[in-house]
């Protein structure tokens, strides 16, 4: 990230921290039919898109403060997906009411800083795709918190405001650029792309080399809605020059998993 230091462990866990907070706020006061509300998530309302919240912190905690208990807790799980279960939705289903779901997650919350507070900054944390370090692991959880929050806010009619917090989401999806092109089956060219993000505050986020041809220009609301594919880039303020910046637009994706056309209708 250009004009700024590396985050500190702590400075991201504060901001996790927040994102747990904006959210908490959203969903505290929800009554039943609002945790009713499908979201644009296939098959889940807002009570499953908390509960995968919470569930996925859960684990990352246990990654984080037993490796080896989360090791078995992996293969238990990729178990049960084979079998067509989906133990991230289940958790909430299985719980007597959305009042409990909310007191857990607050629990895996805090259980997670917690738990990456007490680590030692240098370990490779396991997680079910790769290894990551406990920053990494701290943008991710946070990437994910902001992006379900965005489908929360969708299904509840709110709208979702930009914040400072935004840059990791930004930065992350910048660094995951070979990945995208990778988990979509695409060749990467390679070429340098300029990322210049209008922060909330009015100044600018920048990666890549300023003399680069290609260039992606949009606001830091926009560059994480399309790299979280919370908004089809048609759909956004981004502007890309370049026919490597166009084709990056096309397969943007901060998160891990499969290639998917979430942000078609978005």
Do not use: N
Not at 50 to 69: I, K, M, Q, Y
Not at 102 to 116: E, H, K, M, S
Not at 183 to 199: F, K, N
């Amino acid at each position: 990230m250009s004009g700024r230091a590396k985050p500190t462990l702590a400075e991201l866990a504060g901001d996790l921290a927040d994102e747990y907070r904006v959210l908490d706020a959203v969903v505290a006061g929800l009554g039943d039919d609002d945790w009713a509300r499908p979201t644009r998530a296939a098959g889940w309302d807002v009570r499953d898109t908390l509960s995968h919240l919470c569930w996925t912190d859960e684990a990352a905690a246990t990654a984080v403060a037993d490796p080896d208990r989360f090791a078995a807790d992996a293969v238990r799980s990729r178990q049960a997906r084979e079998a067509g279960a989906a133990p991230d939705v289940d958790l909430g289903r299985g719980l007597g009411s959305p009042q409990q779901l909310l007191a857990r997650w607050r629990a895996a919350g805090a259980g997670f800083l917690d738990a990456v507070a007490r680590a030692d900054p240098g370990v490779r944390v396991p997680w079910f795709a790769l290894p990551m370090s406990p920053a990494s692991m701290l943008t991710a959880r946070l990437m994910e918190t902001w992006a379900h929050g965005v489908d929360v806010r969708d299904a509840l009619g709110l709208a979702t405001e930009p914040s400072a917090r935004l840059r990791h989401v930004c930065d992350l999806g910048y660094r995951a650029r070979g990945y995208a092109f990778a988990v979509h089956g695409v060749d990467d060219p390679g070429d340098p792309v300029r990322l210049t993000v209008r922060a909330p505050d009015g100044t600018d986020w920048t990666w890549g080399p300023d003399g680069a041809a290609d260039r992606i220009t949009g606001s830091a609301l926009d560059v994480a809605l399309v790299f979280t594919q919370r908004r089809h880039p048609a759909r956004s303020d981004l502007e890309a020059r370049g026919p490597v910046a166009t084709a990056w637009l096309s397969v943007a994706q901060a998160f891990a998993g499969p290639p998917t056309t979430a942000a078609l209708d978005r």
